[in-house]
């Protein structure tokens, strides 16, 4: 279901997007900037691209405004997809509060980052083979205070993600639903961040939230968007053309186009049976569409020149701390 880029103004209601941009900027920022700004400040970017010359993990943060838009399921799939091609993947679900990757396909989990960062065992003894050889990274689930990581938390896990990073080629970061702190943290220092969304109004609002906060406190001008559960091509555009549209004329945000994927009735039946969609039901509209997506990933390879993502973790956090 992976098509051309359309464009931002395409099939807008004018009256939905004012009543979009009006809900959006209504939003009250949350009051803790610190901690997120502390991770954040400087972002040396620019500068990290010219001094790095060798091939890196290809890190792609996966986010959402909200829950139950089925991000979860597109990384777990689109992960699947990518090994299948040949490719060393790695998945972190960095919903550090509540994961739930896991419970989805059913992984037994013997070590979680909770344990990590209480300095009981490394990231590798976390680490829990699926479908296709993905490996993945578990987090904790319940626990409060993994919601808000501190300074010395993020360095100790980019510590532990190095090694994996320079063992994989890609690097699909799960993030919480939302804006918290942690959630703008992986969204903002991976090389790519893609927002899932679907065409609910309340999907719709609350991922052009995220879009602002990602745009106004953390620069970032370039995002792409997969829209999720749609009807029909038609519905996906006309989803991703009312979000794309605010985005660019309120925030300067260029939205791009990356495909949309079907409401499907195997996609629940998967998930109940904690298995893959791919590997559930592979011929199913839902896991053609993931499969197309991630065959699209790989259609427009990174820069040869990528810089390593962690280290550029490892900045955002030092730089903050100093």
Excluded at 61 to 86: D, E, F, M
Excluded at 129 to 153: D, K, L, N, Q
Aim: glycine letters at 8%; a positive charge; hydrophobic letters at 50%.
């Amino acid at each position: 279901m992976i098509g051309h880029r359309t464009t931002a103004g395409r099939a807008v209601n004018g009256a939905k997007v004012t009543r979009l941009s009006q809900r959006a900027h209504e939003r009250r920022e949350p009051p803790a900037r610190a901690h997120g700004e502390a991770l954040h400040r400087g972002l040396p970017r620019a500068a990290a691209l010219g001094t790095h010359a060798r091939r890196a993990a290809r890190t792609i943060a996966v986010a959402s405004g909200k829950g139950g838009v089925g991000k979860s399921n597109v990384v777990a799939n689109v992960a699947i997809a990518l090994a299948r091609r040949g490719q060393r993947v790695v998945v972190l679900d960095a919903d550090l509060g509540l994961a739930n990757i896991d419970a989805l396909l059913g992984l037994e989990v013997r070590a979680t980052l909770r344990e990590v960062l209480a300095g009981s065992c490394r990231v590798a003894d976390t680490i829990v083979e699926g479908p296709a050889g993905v490996r993945f990274v578990p987090a904790a689930s319940g626990y409060e205070e993994m919601t808000r990581i501190t300074p010395e938390h993020a360095m100790r896990l980019l510590e532990e993600f190095e090694e994996l990073e320079a063992a994989s080629d890609f690097v699909l970061v799960d993030t919480a639903a939302g804006i918290s702190a942690n959630v703008l943290f992986f969204a903002a220092a991976a090389h790519e961040a893609l927002v899932v969304l679907t065409p609910e109004p309340t999907s719709l609002t609350d991922a052009y939230a995220l879009v602002k906060v990602l745009a106004t406190r953390y620069a970032a001008r370039r995002l792409d968007v997969l829209v999720n559960l749609a009807r029909d091509r038609a519905e996906a555009e006309r989803t991703f053309g009312q979000v794309a549209r605010v985005a660019e004329r309120f925030l300067g945000v260029d939205l791009r186009w990356r495909g949309w994927v079907p409401w499907d009735a195997e996609v629940g039946e998967a998930v109940r049976r904690q298995r893959a969609l791919l590997e559930f039901a592979p011929a199913s509209p839902a896991a053609r569409a993931l499969d197309a997506f991630a065959a699209e990933i790989l259609r427009v390879p990174a820069a040869d020149t990528l810089p390593p993502a962690l280290p550029l973790f490892r900045g955002l956090v030092e730089g903050g701390a100093s």
